[in-house]
């Protein structure tokens, strides 16, 4: 069973950084992708970032720049480092992964608060 747990989540000024982390369990080295995703209260969630096994990276526009994806070195970890945060970064975030042979994100973690104040 793949198990995400996320950290990192709190409240930060505008300016500020945060870095927010997910460990998997261990079947999640054998997935193709991992990404984060975000909701703000009363928006549809959107993909933020995701990194394959390969390292190849993606980010929507309004973070470009901005935060950076990682990984660890077993593919059980991923990383969000977020720098120059806005008040619209505000929302719940979430790892995701993405089985090898699928398009979607088909695990989840349960989600940690960023909240950026002005």
């Known amino acids: 069973q793949v198990v995400l747990v996320e950290s990192g989540g709190g409240s930060v000024q505008a300016g500020g950084s945060l870095k927010l982390s997910c460990v998997g369990s261990?079947?999640?080295?054998?997935?193709?992708?991992m990404g984060w995703f975000r909701q703000a209260p009363g928006k549809e969630r959107e993909l933020v970032s995701s990194?394959?096994?390969?390292?190849?990276?993606n980010y929507t526009d309004s973070v470009k720049g901005r935060f950076t994806i990682s990984q660890g070195d077993d593919k059980n970890t991923v990383f969000l480092q977020m720098n120059s945060l806005k008040t619209e970064d505000t929302a719940v975030y979430y790892c995701?992964?993405?089985?090898?042979?699928?398009?979607?994100?088909?695990?989840w973690g349960q989600g940690t608060q960023v909240t950026v104040s002005s």
């Open positions: 995701a992964a993405r089985p090898c042979g699928h398009v979607e994100f088909l695990y």
């Open positions: 261990k079947y999640t080295s054998n997935h193709c992708g």
């Open positions: 990194i394959n096994r390969r390292g190849v990276t």
